[in-house]
């Protein structure tokens, strides 16, 4: 996995038994963490790898109280994200799709290109709050020309929002779908839905119907 990281404060060159030390200030990139695909290949990692808090965030891109949760948490998510305490794990998932292809893929499908050391933690997760603040469920959803724009107004990097204007595939969606629904049915094989937050420092379910589950989370 490769996530962004600062400037080195030194760069030492060894050549023909000689060294040259070349110095400098370690400098804090100004768009903050950055994102990157998990080691699996089927989540969309936002924040800070060493973030104090990581918690993984199971999503349908139809799915109204997912939506909801955005609504209510998504700019408190976001504040987090940006000052490095924690880190998000977003595992999309297309269960409300009638057909292959159709708005969830290609909702999930945009995050997948998002993701990337080029696109801040708090740019994706502006697009996110973007994508699920003008849901259509069980519509046509946006085209792929909005969903670009939508990226771009985030702050998504350039490269992925063209990748997007053209409809270019990130992954296999079927075996996302497949393997992220695997993970969520092991979190609860009873109430297996989303949204689902899974706080993955303490290996458990989160109860996101307490108001204050976010920040309750992130002062344990």
């Known amino acids: 996995m490769r996530y962004w990281s600062a400037v080195v404060a030194a760069l030492v060159m060894l050549v023909a038994g000689c060294s040259t030390e070349i110095a400098g200030v370690a400098q804090v990139d100004p768009r903050g963490p950055a994102t990157a695909v998990s080691k699996d290949g089927f989540g969309i ?3 800070d790898p060493d973030a104090r808090v990581h918690i993984e965030i199971y999503t349908e891109p139809q799915c109204s109280h997912c939506a909801d ?10 504040r987090y994200m940006n ?10 998932l297309t269960f409300l799709d009638d057909k292959p292809g159709g708005y969830s893929d290609r909702v999930s499908n945009a995050m997948f290109l998002a993701a990337g050391p080029e696109t801040s933690a708090k740019a994706f997760q502006a697009f996110v709050q973007d994508l699920w603040g003008h849901q259509d469920s069980h519509g ?5 020309t909005e969903i670009a724009d939508m990226a771009r107004d985030s702050g998504v990097a350039p490269t992925a929002v063209e990748a997007m ?10 075996e996302m779908a497949d393997t992220n629904f695997e993970y969520l049915y092991e979190i609860d094989p009873i109430n297996t839905g989303t949204p689902t937050v899974f706080d993955m420092t303490k290996n458990k379910a989160v109860d996101i119907y307490d108001n204050n589950w976010l920040s309750k989370l992130m002062s344990t």
């Open 165 to 174: 204007r053209a409809g270019k595939n990130a992954l296999d969606l079927a």
């Open 45 to 47: 990692v936002a924040g």
């Open 83 to 92: 000052l490095g305490q924690l880190v998000v794990t977003y595992r999309p």
């Open 140 to 144: 046509k959803g946006p085209t792929d």
């Open 69 to 78: 949760l955005q609504k209510d948490f998504g700019n408190e998510l976001s």
